[in-house]
């Protein structure tokens, strides 16, 4: 298969002051593909996220995004190349109501596609229509992780990053949501890079996984091959099934 | 009703005593420096102090007196009155409001027009200036100022405890360039807008790091710099003098209020000579003012910018992923609200006639600050509802002659200004927590438009 790569990170490192948070990591993701992240808690996940989106920025190494060099760009300038991201923690706005929460993910286009991609968002998460007119803050766990997703997807992203989606979640909950993440995948081509602790979930939904330990990737491969790997099997999955 | 909750029961009344009488024994303890020992120069110009016990017991009466009455009697009416409401099953919020309550800006609206000449009407022109002056054109500055603050703390989030420093840059442009080169008032309104909107930049850039508490500490102390330099530099601003003669607003260039010129109203239009014409003139100036400021933060609470201002309230690193430049969004923030400020500041100077530091402390700031926090950050109609209160309730004290007759002949009720300020900000504070307006209108909506109910909002963390 011939993929055409979107995302390249290429030897990162990213300190915190004088702590190596990500020591070398080298991760790709092809267009059309969803990849995930696993790790145990600690191991740089969510650091490797945000390092992609420039805050922190990587120290030494590279990150290419579509052919160009976004290593050194401001947050807010990786946003408008269309890197989308639902963030750790959601971060929606507390005091907005779900409908200027989604407003504010289409500020890029400047509302141009708005009422068309709205009702999109609506049909995929329909529990967003009936609570439009909420205050983000007032929303349950899930449906704010709904709004978090949904705000990502109004900027049209070629790329939707996803920090632990599933975090503090019920599990029926999860799974609708790695639903709506797999029928966007399918139906409309949509990039999807992953950080997941629910390593069962995230690489049966994935077409490839990464598996970071203390800030270095220490395995790949494709979905299915890592769900089969006696030592992924070991650290993530036994015991641990969600 | 169970015989319970009745007022006269045994046990509320009890507890209304014990309370009562703790109340005055805290306020006692409280108020025996403040109210109780009294310092004075003698004859000989020593300081030598006296106390007040008489003064000092009506203070703790009225302390003890208030509990007892509040728990013994107040509260348990209010409780049986929700709970009664409660039972019949009426909501709380009732989506049906009153003829008042629906057309209230209009009323308000239409009543500030007429407002000058139904004075006028009343109490004749010599009465009429205390109550233009006084109290329209002074709460209406206030209003103006909170506004502008409103755009910075209230919308964009960002706690500025120096907003004072604006207004005294708006004030010395006016006083400055017209005193020094002769411009006019119209021409200068605007241009001292743009300088203080330039020093709202020129503080935002070493700020933009910086949130909440440190942030307050360094626009304080921005403020403070402001007043020190209009202080010491004596050569141009004439430091604690102040400049005075500063001219008067002219009527678009057509009429002068100078008594004596050529061109003046009184004589254009055959009227007998008063100060009161000027004066309504200049209350229409300012409310003028306030619409446009009330205007521009409606609208760009609907445009991108102003969207970004909110988001960036709630969560700045969420903006930055969603593509917004924080750096630009908060020095717009901070030029905007200055920009008011610098305005209402030039106002000031020409309604003045005299500007000097003095006009410019700290206390200025946290008045404003405190309008803005007690109408309920954002809601432009609560702010506005806090500054009468605030302005207008600190000049109807200068009226309350009865007071010498509860706390005697030298009580000068002036004095006590900011301890009932104080009062005044705990009691709102304690039962609105929210400040007066605590809901949010949304900017969009579907199809149905539903406030933000003030119980889910959350206080802005500056």
């Known amino acids: 298969m011939a993929a055409e790569n979107l995302l390249k990170v290429e030897a990162v490192e990213t300190y915190y002051g004088n702590i190596r948070a990500l020591a070398g990591v080298d991760v790709e993701v092809n267009k059309g593909e969803i990849v995930s992240l696993i790790g145990a808690n600690g191991a740089g996940k969510s650091t490797l996220m945000m390092t992609i989106c420039g805050s922190p920025q990587a120290r030494t190494g590279a990150i290419i995004f579509d052919g160009e060099d976004i290593t050194k760009l401001p947050t807010h300038l990786i946003a408008r190349r269309r890197i989308a991201q639902s963030p750790e923690g959601r971060r929606i706005f507390p005091r907005m109501t779900v409908y200027e929460n989604l ?15 709205v009702e999109k968002i609506f049909t995929l998460f329909p529990r967003l229509k009936e609570r439009q007119s909420q205050r983000g803050g007032t929303l349950s766990g899930g449906e704010q992780q709904m709004l978090s997703i949904g705000r990502a997807l109004m900027a049209r992203p070629k790329l939707l990053l996803l920090d632990e989606p599933s975090l503090g979640l019920a599990p029926l909950i999860v799974k609708g949501i790695f639903e709506a993440i797999k029928k966007l995948n399918k139906e409309e081509g949509l990039t999807v890079f992953l950080v997941e602790q629910n390593a069962f979930a995230a690489l049966k939904l994935s077409d490839r996984g990464y598996v970071m330990v203390n800030g270095k990737v220490t395995m790949s491969g494709s979905g299915k091959e890592l769900l089969a790997n006696p030592e992924v099997r070991a650290a993530y999955l036994e015991g641990g099934r969600h | 009703m169970t015989a319970a909750t009745e007022t006269g029961h045994p046990n509320v009344l009890a507890k209304a005593v ?34 007040r016990w008489g003064l000092l017991a009506i203070f703790v009466l009225v302390a003890a007196v208030s509990r007892f009455l509040t728990v013994g009697f107040i509260k348990p009416h209010i409780d049986r009155r929700k709970l009664a409401k409660a039972k019949s099953g009426v909501l709380e919020i009732s989506e049906q409001k009153n003829f008042f309550h629906r057309h209230f800006l209009k009323i308000a609206l239409i009543f500030l027009l007429v407002y000058p ?12 200036l205390k109550y233009v002056d006084n109290f329209g054109i002074q709460i209406l500055i206030y209003v103006m100022l909170a506004w502008g603050l409103n755009i910075v703390v209230g919308l964009a989030g960002l706690l500025d405890l120096g907003y004072v420093a604006f207004y005294a840059v708006g004030a010395y442009s006016y006083a400055l360039l017209s005193s020094y080169f002769g411009l006019s008032f119209w021409l200068l309104l605007p241009m001292s807008g743009v300088l203080a909107a330039l020093w709202g930049i020129i503080l935002g850039f070493p700020v933009l790091r910086l949130r909440g508490d440190y942030l307050a500490i360094v626009t304080l102390a921005f403020g403070e710099i402001i007043r020190l330099v209009l202080i010491n530099w004596t050569d141009v601003t004439k430091g604690t003098f102040g400049i005075s003669g500063i001219a008067k607003a002219s009527f678009f260039g057509i009429w002068s209020f100078d008594t004596g010129s050529a061109n003046s109203f009184v004589k254009a239009w055959g009227l007998s000579a008063s100060s009161v014409y000027y004066k309504i003139f200049l209350f229409y100036i300012i409310l003028a003012l306030c619409m446009l400021t009330a205007y521009v933060t409606i609208r760009l609470r609907r445009m991108p910018i102003g969207r970004a201002w909110e988001a960036l309230r709630e969560d700045e690193i969420a903006c930055r992923s969603l593509g917004i430049n924080t750096v630009t969004t908060k020095l717009t923030a901070f030029a905007t609200g200055a920009m008011f400020g610098g305005i209402a500041g030039s106002f000031f100077a020409t309604r003045q006639g005299f500007v000097s530091p003095e006009s410019f402390v700290f206390l200025e700031s946290a008045v404003i600050l405190a309008i803005v926090v007690l109408g309920g950050m954002g809601s432009l109609t609560g702010i506005a509802i806090a500054a009468v209160v605030m302005v207008g309730g600190t000049e109807v004290l200068r009226e309350m002659s009865f007071l010498k007759a509860v706390f005697g002949p030298d009580f000068t009720p002036e004095l006590y200004r900011m301890l009932l300020f104080g009062l005044a900000m705990i009691i709102v504070m304690l039962f609105k927590p929210r400040g007066f307006v605590g809901s949010r209108e949304p900017t969009a909506f579907l199809k149905e438009r539903r406030a933000v109910s003030g119980s889910f909002t959350k206080e802005g963390h500056g």
């Open chain 2, 18 to 51: 014990r309370e009562g009488i703790f109340a005055g024994v805290i306020s006692f303890f409280m108020f025996l420096l403040f109210v109780g020992v009294e310092t004075y120069q003698d004859i000989n110009n020593a300081l030598v102090w006296r106390t």
């Open chain 1, 103 to 117: 407003q504010m993910g289409a500020g890029l286009d400047n509302l141009k596609y708005f009422s068309e991609d």
């Open chain 2, 117 to 128: 000449f139904l004075s006028l009407l009343i109490v004749g022109k010599q009465g009429s």
